[in-house]
């Protein structure tokens, strides 16, 4: 059996069924250009009471003479005539043609709606004609002439979706036409052929005829060849008996066809209805998830802003293979009011003075340093822990507020680990900045959907002994850190930019490993006596956030800036000065000079100074935009869990607790 084929003729003559002449409606809109006037004396006079309009009433009459109403416009409905009917692509079988004229002289045209004479007055409704208004009345006929327009526009934009409904009908039909055109020509095709074979049986027969009555002349007995010319005959009848069947089965199948199609076209209609109505839902569920995304931003801003705009946490380090075990009460981490399921916030430290021990050998008394921050990290924890953490601080970013995260602590207290991670990229390990870009590229793809998009451009330097150096610096460019400058992005510009350093756009998290990978070959480090690579240098990590819903014009921006802090170790004044030493001399005044300029900025912007000393160090010029009221800092203290180190321990927890003591004010989203 052959597959079923679809019938041109239901399909035409449901298409031309749907096209309808159509009739506008009268209107009876006002001339453009008439204007009602009215002096300002005869405007009092129409808002007097009764008694006076009864004595005005001559100066009533004479506006009404003076200004009469202007006839109103009546447009002309379109006749069936004036309508121009749907052109119907030619069909090169005859059977088509013969099906489309037939749908089309079967097609009776509507009656056409009976166009409104000029100057008619609207249908009412109930029969009752409106009870016409004074001639003083202005303010009322403009009333209903405005009603009129209203009702004329709302006919205008319903004919306009049925005429647009109309022609998305017509292109259908012409497209189905042009493919039942295709199948009729297939079927003339066969027919042709088929009629060629029965030609040439014909033909065939003829001759065999010939042939035999030239054997009975010629030997009469060999009427066994006959008998099989007669069986071969009635075989060709038999093909023509299984045509003709076939035939009418081809026939029996079209007229299904045409019944699954009107089927098929009645579904289409109301799937198209029911689409409108989804697409309608879609619109309303798109403002409201809008609204609650506005909503969740500005409680997302206030639960920070209840947190503080400075924040602090502490973070002590584990304790290293081949590194002394520290004594049992050396750190200790004080529970909160509701025990141990509490977060931890508070830190005591143990320090014995031995240059207070008495001559007779007792033991030298333990004074215990007690600090409280927003958070404290045990030895024990994660990196995972701390960026859960400070994930909600990182989407900030992509709401429009400056963020921005700081390691501070002496030499060896861990805070590359922090910010980096550990070597051999296990996921485990990794630090804050991929760990922070891989969770705003995530929310910025779930925001996508909401109609947000996104830009991140990165940039990483370091500032080495007050010279600004690119870790991104790639071949030649290598070194030459004389050549990057700290500069505004343009004249009147708050944006600050560092020249000759590349910005690199990224877009997922092979491209932000790649470069830092290349930061930390160009990193300058150096061996000191509390680690074998201590970095010499602040490193900072930026990245610029720009985002826009195009569908409503908003626009934020904003960067996240991820601070590497050079060791705060302090000098040593008996040590000995070699060439190599005052190299670190040098480079541990300026890591202190600029770390002193932090803590006064902070300070500065914490007393709401007029006078912030951004200038004094290039680490605060670069993150002056990221330091001030619109942005969101967080500083991590970084301390080691050995005794030894008690000492620059405690130096890193009291410059820790001055930060926390500092409040900044209300942070402002930069928005557009």
Same mark, same amino acid.
């Given at each position: 059996?052959?597959?079923?084929?679809?019938?041109?003729?239901?399909?035409?003559? =449901?298409?031309?069924?749907?096209?309808?002449?159509?009739?506008?409606?009268?209107?009876?809109?006002?001339?453009?250009?008439?204007?009602?006037?009215?002096?300002?004396?005869?405007?009092?006079?129409?808002?007097?009471?009764?008694?006076?309009?009864?004595?005005?009433?001559?100066?009533?009459?004479?506006?009404?003479?003076?200004?009469?109403?202007?006839?109103?416009?009546?447009?002309?409905?379109?006749?069936?005539?004036?309508?121009?009917?749907?052109?119907?692509?030619?069909?090169?079988?005859?059977?088509?043609?013969?099906?489309?004229?037939?749908?089309?002289?079967?097609?009776?045209?509507?009656?056409?709606?009976?166009?409104?004479?000029?100057?008619?007055?609207?249908?009412?409704?109930?029969? /009752?004609?409106?009870?016409?208004?004074?001639?003083?009345?202005?303010? =009322?006929? @403009?009333?209903?002439?405005?009603?009129?327009?209203?009702?004329?526009?709302?006919?205008?934009?319903?004919?306009?979706?049925?005429?647009?409904?109309?022609?998305?009908?017509?292109?259908?039909?012409?497209?189905?036409?042009?493919?039942?055109?295709?199948?009729?020509?297939?079927?003339?095709?066969?027919?042709?052929?088929?009629?060629?074979?029965?030609?040439?049986?014909? #033909?065939?027969?003829?001759? @065999?005829?010939?042939?035999?009555?030239?054997?009975?002349?010629?030997?009469?007995?060999?009427?066994?060849?006959?008998?099989?010319?007669?069986?071969?005959?009635?075989?060709?009848?038999?093909?023509?008996?299984?045509?003709?069947?076939?035939?009418?089965?081809?026939?029996?199948?079209?007229?299904?066809?045409?019944?699954?199609?009107?089927?098929?076209?009645?579904?289409?209609?109301?799937?198209?209805?029911?689409?409108?109505?989804?697409?309608?839902?879609?619109?309303?569920?798109?403002?409201?998830?809008?609204?609650?995304?506005?909503?969740?931003?500005?409680?997302?801003?206030?639960?920070?802003?209840?947190?503080?705009?400075?924040?602090?946490?502490?973070?002590?380090?584990?304790?290293?293979?081949?590194?002394?075990?520290?004594?049992?009460?050396?750190?200790?981490?004080?529970? =909160?009011?509701?025990?141990?399921?509490?977060?931890?916030?508070?830190?005591?430290?143990?320090?014995?003075?031995?240059?207070?021990?008495?001559?007779?050998?007792?033991?030298?008394?333990?004074?215990?340093?007690?600090?409280?921050?927003?958070?404290?990290?045990?030895?024990?924890?994660?990196?995972?822990?701390?960026?859960?953490?400070?994930?909600?601080?990182?989407?900030?970013?992509?709401?429009?507020?400056?963020?921005? &995260?700081?390691?501070?602590?002496?030499?060896?207290?861990?805070?590359?680990?922090?910010?980096?991670?550990?070597?051999?990229?296990?996921? #485990?390990?990794?630090?804050?900045?991929?760990?922070?870009?891989?969770?705003?590229?995530?929310?910025?793809?779930?925001?996508?959907?909401?109609?947000?998009?996104?830009?991140?451009?990165?940039?990483?330097?370091?500032?080495?002994?007050?010279?600004?150096?690119?870790?991104?610096?790639?071949?030649?460019? /290598?070194?030459?850190?004389?050549?990057?400058?700290?500069?505004?992005?343009?004249?009147?510009?708050?944006?600050?930019?560092?020249?000759?350093?590349?910005?690199?756009?990224?877009?997922?998290?092979?491209?932000?490993?790649?470069?830092?990978?290349?930061?930390?070959?160009?990193?300058?480090?150096?061996?000191?006596?509390?680690?074998?690579?201590?970095?010499?240098?602040?490193?900072?990590?930026?990245?610029?956030?720009?985002?826009?819903?195009?569908?409503?014009? @908003?626009?934020?921006?904003?960067?996240?800036?991820?601070?590497?802090?050079?060791?705060?170790?302090?000098?040593?004044?008996? @040590?000995?000065?070699?060439?190599?030493?005052?190299?670190?001399?040098?480079?541990? #005044?300026?890591?202190?000079?600029?770390?002193?300029?932090? =803590?006064?900025? &902070?300070?500065?912007?914490?007393?709401?100074?007029?006078?912030?000393?951004?200038?004094?160090?290039?680490?605060?010029?670069?993150?002056?935009?990221?330091?001030?009221?619109?942005?969101?800092?967080?500083?991590?203290?970084?301390?080691?869990?050995?005794?030894?180190?008690?000492?620059?321990?405690?130096?890193?927890?009291?410059?820790?607790?001055?930060?926390?003591?500092?409040?900044?004010?209300?942070?402002?989203?930069?928005?557009?």
């Amino acid at each position: 059996m052959e597959p079923q084929q679809r019938s041109p003729l239901l399909e035409v003559r =449901g298409n031309v069924e749907l096209k309808r002449p159509l009739v506008k409606a009268p209107s009876r809109l006002p001339l453009p250009g008439t204007r009602f006037k009215r002096g300002p004396d005869r405007m009092e006079d129409a808002l007097e009471p009764e008694k006076k309009r009864t004595r005005g009433l001559d100066t009533v009459t004479k506006i009404a003479t003076s200004h009469p109403r202007p006839p109103a416009l009546t447009v002309r409905p379109q006749t069936q005539s004036q309508t121009t009917a749907p052109k119907v692509p030619k069909k090169t079988g005859p059977r088509c043609s013969t099906a489309i004229g037939t749908v089309l002289k079967k097609q009776k045209p509507d009656p056409a709606v009976p166009a409104q004479k000029p100057g008619a007055a609207p249908p009412t409704l109930g029969g /009752k004609k409106p009870t016409k208004r004074p001639a003083w009345d202005l303010k =009322g006929q @403009l009333c209903d002439l405005n009603a009129e327009l209203k009702c004329c526009r709302e006919r205008t934009q319903t004919l306009n979706q049925e005429n647009q409904q109309l022609q998305d009908q017509l292109k259908e039909a012409q497209q189905q036409a042009r493919v039942l055109g295709a199948e009729c020509r297939t079927l003339e095709g066969e027919l042709a052929r088929v009629q060629a074979q029965a030609e040439q049986g014909q #033909q065939e027969l003829g001759n @065999l005829r010939a042939r035999v009555l030239e054997l009975e002349e010629q030997l009469g007995t060999q009427q066994g060849l006959v008998q099989e010319l007669q069986k071969e005959q009635v075989g060709l009848q038999e093909e023509r008996r299984g045509l003709a069947a076939r035939l009418e089965e081809q026939e029996r199948r079209l007229q299904a066809s045409e019944v699954a199609l009107s089927g098929s076209q009645a579904e289409v209609a109301s799937l198209r209805q029911e689409a409108a109505t989804q697409a309608t839902l879609l619109v309303a569920q798109g403002e409201r998830l809008h609204g609650l995304e506005m909503e969740r931003r500005r409680l997302h801003n206030q639960l920070q802003e209840l947190k503080g705009n400075i924040r602090v946490f502490c973070r002590v380090r584990p304790v290293l293979p081949g590194e002394p075990t520290p004594s049992p009460g050396f750190l200790l981490f004080p529970s =909160g009011p509701g025990g141990s399921s509490d977060t931890p916030t508070r830190l005591s430290v143990s320090r014995s003075d031995e240059r207070r021990g008495t001559l007779s050998g007792t033991p030298a008394p333990t004074t215990r340093h007690d600090f409280s921050f927003d958070r404290v990290f045990p030895p024990g924890s994660g990196q995972d822990q701390v960026f859960e953490e400070i994930a909600m601080l990182v989407q900030s970013a992509l709401d429009g507020y400056p963020v921005c &995260i700081f390691a501070y602590g002496q030499t060896g207290s861990g805070k590359t680990f922090t910010m980096e991670g550990g070597p051999g990229g296990d996921p #485990q390990v990794e630090g804050l900045i991929p760990r922070a870009l891989r969770h705003l590229f995530s929310v910025a793809q779930e925001l996508g959907g909401q109609g947000w998009t996104y830009s991140f451009v990165a940039s990483y330097v370091e500032i080495y002994n007050e010279t600004v150096r690119d870790l991104l610096a790639t071949g030649t460019r /290598k070194g030459q850190g004389s050549e990057c400058e700290i500069r505004r992005a343009g004249p009147g510009s708050e944006e600050l930019t560092v020249t000759n350093a590349r910005y690199v756009p990224v877009s997922c998290e092979k491209e932000v490993e790649a470069l830092l990978q290349l930061a930390r070959q160009n990193r300058a480090v150096a061996r000191t006596s509390q680690n074998e690579r201590s970095s010499r240098s602040h490193s900072v990590f930026q990245l610029q956030i720009s985002g826009e819903h195009a569908g409503r014009g @908003l626009q934020c921006a904003a960067p996240l800036s991820l601070v590497d802090l050079a060791g705060s170790e302090r000098l040593d004044p008996g @040590l000995a000065l070699g060439p190599g030493e005052r190299e670190r001399l040098r480079e541990t #005044q300026a890591i202190n000079s600029s770390l002193s300029t932090l =803590g006064l900025v &902070i300070m500065a912007l914490s007393n709401k100074e007029s006078h912030v000393p951004y200038r004094n160090s290039k680490l605060t010029y670069l993150l002056q935009n990221s330091l001030g009221g619109s942005a969101k800092m967080l500083m991590f203290v970084n301390i080691s869990p050995l005794e030894e180190n008690v000492s620059e321990s405690l130096n890193s927890l009291r410059f820790a607790s001055k930060v926390n003591q500092c409040v900044i004010g209300t942070a402002q989203a930069n928005r557009k």
